[in-house]
């Protein structure tokens, strides 16, 4: 087996709001062709961890490196080569499917056509309803449907499998391995078992749960 | 160049024990300065012309805008600080200035109104002057609801920070505009602008005064910007061991 | 320097002036001294407070202790 | 790009700035000479008031369905959409407003002379006020009840715009040169238009998540 090459390297990442902590010295590295899963009880700070990755937060202590190099001297080519898809899918109501893909698209580039995307999501037949008339797990697989537009190297899901049904997150499933097979990383948080081969877990300890509950 | 000094007044400790050992001094000089300054104005000094008696008001009126503005002025500095140099301290002096400089501000358009009275003879009046003041007030206000309104301390802080930035850009624009805003709709029947020259009688007390005004804001400040410190810094270790060592004398005081 | 009024009487009215100087003297300062007490007596609150959180600290360290 | 579909939203300001500079004349007087005197004033402060309203719901709809979010990460600059946003508010308020404005001048009486110039304020002046709406509607965009708090913070800076925009119109009904005024908002939106979308990029920064 071949030496993974390393995409992104955290050392001892801190971060704290009003003086408490949310996440203490959190050290990892993100390889190409891998599936990171990021484990953790509610309010252990997953969601926390991924802004930080995707630099929408800055940390309050300790440096990431991306192919090397610390984020804020490339943090142009960092962010045109990562994908973020959060709690909420920043599905425009009132855009079509095919609509609100293309936006989304439109902030990278191209790959597969969006016809594609949506047939593989089995959205076919909904591309030109307005997403507010669709249901949640729709809306989501419109979101997730994303993936199959993208050619960038690191994507960062966020609890990716919510709302979605059995074959949905099957789907998803094939959509990671295929990423990662063409050589690219995925960050995911998430509560499922995710049946991937070099899948590598990094568990949030829980941080002062006394503290939390006071 | 040396930048300890800097860093070092910084650090809330360092803030709280300094002015601890200033705080007395200064208690007493505000007092003497401010009743100093206002027995001499309001029996000593001579009796205006032109307003009688009632130009007395001066005394307070005058400080009360003069530290509303600077305190506006201080405020955002503060917060400026605090956004480019992460400082915790400058913030917690801009959440405490900003109620402060509030209550300074009414002050100053509660005085001015009572003036108004007798000299003008109603108790507002829209001079390019007095509504500045008001629209100071609401910028204060602006500051004050929304460092409340977050959740999160540090966001509050740095979003109340941008506000009284953009505010200090727009003071000299607002206050422009009043002015000739003023002058447009008031045909130069009536001038406000304040006698050229004050009779150096009168003005010895209001320079007493204003310095009193000065100092009194610094005490004030201080002091509940060492409240402000003794909230936020409660978990450590120098806070932990003051209050024990507090709450140990009155255990021994007791028994 | 001298005091510019005839009586005590005349410095209270001050020709009819004096409702307005007094009431001003007063409002002010009133707001200064609350500006002046107010943290003070915050200042005696959070130390209580803080005390107090010690003070449950230490109890759960003793009963932890006991637990085990 | 980022112009959404609100069809609804366009209509509401307008109609609100119609309705409530109606309940004018039933609140002070029908008098026109009254009302022509005081027509560039209400206008303009009804025009405020309408900008206002509509600033809350600016960046609202973006930030419950986590594209601002998106935009936060994304490789673009923030300014860019920031400033297609503050666009499409305009678009879908000021400059409805100054269409409809004659028609206003028309109810409160105002004089032929004045409305050129104030079409023209409008114009301009509302975008200052799209501006710096969209400021404020930045620093409370993730509060709940930002709307309140919003009036409060974007009040007094809209107090020069408002300042020169009715003394636009009125200089032109007193036969004054009105564009001296008007020059003043113009230069007062060039330097909106540079500073506010960096300042306000800044804030959705600090502001969306945290």
């Given at each position: 087996m071949t030496v993974k090459k390393s995409l992104l390297s955290v050392k001892n990442l801190c971060f704290r709001r009003d003086d408490t902590d949310?996440?203490?010295a959190i050290c990892l590295d993100i390889n190409e062709g891998e599936v990171l899963q990021i484990e953790g009880v509610n309010g252990s700070g997953k969601t926390t961890l991924l802004r930080l990755l995707t630099s929408a937060l800055s940390p309050s202590e300790g440096s990431i490196h991306f192919c090397g190099k610390p984020l804020t001297d490339c943090r142009f080519d960092y962010l045109s080569s990562i994908l973020f898809l959060g709690?909420?899918?920043?599905?425009?109501?009132?855009?079509t499917a095919e609509e609100n893909l293309a936006w989304m698209s439109g902030l990278m580039e191209h790959s597969h056509s969006i016809a594609c995307a949506l047939e593989a999501f089995d959205l076919k037949g909904y591309?030109?309803?307005?997403?507010?008339?669709?249901s949640a797990g729709q809306q989501r697989r419109v979101a997730l449907a994303r993936l199959m537009l993208s050619n960038v190297k690191i994507w960062y899901l966020d609890?990716?499998?919510?709302?979605?049904d059995t074959q949905g997150c099957t789907l998803v499933e094939q959509c990671m391995q295929r990423h990662i097979n063409g050589g690219g990383a995925v960050v995911l948080s998430t509560h499922q078992s995710v049946a991937l081969e070099s899948l590598r877990r990094y568990s949030l300890p829980a941080l002062n749960q006394h503290e939390l509950y006071r | 160049m040396n930048w300890n000094w800097f860093y070092r007044m910084g650090s809330p400790k360092w803030f709280y024990y300094t002015t601890s050992r200033w705080l007395p001094w200064l208690g007493v000089m505000t007092l003497c300065l401010l009743v100093t300054g206002l027995v001499w104005g309001l029996a000593f000094a001579p009796e205006d012309?032109?307003?009688?008696?009632?130009?007395?008001?001066i005394y307070l009126h005058v400080p009360a805008s003069l530290l509303a503005l600077a305190g506006y002025f201080l405020m955002a500095a503060a917060g400026a600080i605090g956004l480019i140099w992460r400082m915790k301290l400058s913030f917690m002096v801009m959440k405490c200035a900003a109620p402060l400089g509030a209550v300074l501000t009414f002050l100053a358009l509660f005085t001015g109104a009572i003036w108004g009275k007798?000299?003008?003879?109603?108790?507002?009046?829209?001079?390019a002057r007095v509504t500045s003041m008001l629209i100071l007030l609401f910028l204060y206000l602006g500051v004050l609801a929304l460092q409340y309104a977050f959740q999160s301390q540090e966001v509050g802080n740095k979003a109340s920070a941008i506000l009284a930035l953009i505010g200090t850009v727009n003071i000299p624009i607002i206050y422009k505009s009043v002015d000739w805003w003023f002058t447009l709709h008031q045909p130069?029947?009536?001038?406000?602008?304040?006698?050229?020259s004050m009779h150096p009688d009168m003005f010895q007390p209001l320079l007493v005064m204003i310095l009193g005004f000065y100092c009194f804001y610094a005490l004030a400040l201080f002091m509940s910007v060492r409240v402000e410190i003794l909230h936020r810094e409660r978990k450590t270790a120098w806070v932990r061991d003051l209050v024990s060592q507090v709450a140990e004398e009155r255990v021994g005081v007791n028994s | 320097m001298i005091f510019q009024f005839e009586s005590l009487n005349q410095f209270v009215t001050m020709d009819g002036h004096g409702i307005y100087v007094w009431t001003a003297v007063i409002v002010s300062v009133l707001f200064l001294a609350v500006l002046v007490i107010n943290p003070l007596l915050r200042q005696k609150d959070v130390k209580v407070e803080i005390a107090k959180d010690q003070l449950r600290e230490k109890q759960r360290q003793v009963s932890n202790r006991e637990k085990t | 790009m980022l112009i959404n579909r609100r069809r609804g939203d366009v209509a509401s300001p307008l109609i609100f700035f119609i309705i409530a500079a109606t309940l004018i004349p039933l609140g002070v007087s029908p008098d026109p000479s009254v009302l022509s005197m005081i027509a560039p004033g209400i206008i303009w402060v009804m025009a405020l008031l309408a900008t206002l309203l509509s600033a809350d719901r600016l960046f609202d709809a973006d930030y419950n369905d986590g594209s601002l979010e998106q935009l936060l990460i994304s490789?673009?600059?923030?300014v860019m959409p920031v400033l297609g946003k503050i666009a499409a508010h305009w678009l879908t308020t000021g400059l409805p407003l100054t269409l409809v404005s004659p028609l206003l001048g028309l109810l409160f009486s105002?004089?032929?002379?004045?409305y050129t110039a104030m079409m023209a304020g409008l114009a301009i002046g509302t975008g200052c006020l799209s501006l710096l709406a969209a400021l404020g509607a930045a620093l409370t965009v993730?509060?709940?009840?930002g709307g309140l708090l919003l009036t409060l913070i974007v009040m007094p800076l809209y107090i020069p715009v408002i300042i020169f925009g009715s003394a636009t119109a009125q200089y032109s009904i007193d036969g004054l040169a009105w564009d001296v005024p008007l020059a003043i908002l113009a230069a007062m939106l060039t330097i909106a238009i540079a500073l506010c979308p960096i300042a306000i990029a800044g804030i959705l920064r600090l502001t969306t998540i945290n």
């Open positions: 949310i996440l203490r709690h909420q899918s920043a599905v425009k109501m009132g855009l591309s030109d309803i307005p997403c507010h008339r669709l609890e990716p499998f919510a709302a979605l | 012309a032109k307003q009688g008696n009632s130009f007395r008001i007798p000299t003008w003879g109603s108790y507002w009046v829209w001079d130069s029947t009536i001038k406000f602008t304040e006698a050229p | - | 490789s673009q600059l923030l105002l004089p032929s002379e004045g993730s509060l709940q009840k």
